[in-house]
């Protein structure tokens, strides 16, 4: 079990960035799939961006796309996901996951999204207004 805290969270106004990291428990520098969730007021809950931590690939949900960047520090416990250009729509609790996959199938099921992912962060709420 992989223990993930996530800080960063915060009030921002259209336009504007923020920066959302996730320390994790364990070294998750590869052999990771990583991604962030977020979920709006009387919404489902949404992928927004998935990456395998080795590396090779990554994605992003359309609505971020060329907005959000994950990224994890070399180090190996920490992920990120930048957002600039923020939204109101962008508001919501977000929360970062993690799921352990070292073989060719879990890199086919981060990729695809198939995977599924058993350990999550409390969450950090974010919201954009004017």
Known sequence: ??????????????????????????????????????????????GVARRYAGGGMSWYADAVKGRFILSRENAGN???L???????????MYYCVAERGDTLDDYARCRDGSINFSNWGQGTQVTVSS
């Open 1 to 46: 079990q992989v223990q993930l805290t996530e800080s960063g969270g915060g009030s921002v106004h259209p336009g504007g960035s923020v920066r959302l990291s996730c320390e994790a428990s364990v070294n998750i520098r590869s052999s990771y799939c990583l991604g962030w969730f977020r979920q709006a007021p009387g919404k489902e809950r949404e």
């Open 78 to 80: 920490t992920m990120y």
């Open 82 to 92: 930048q957002m600039d250009s923020l939204k109101p729509e962008d508001t919501g």
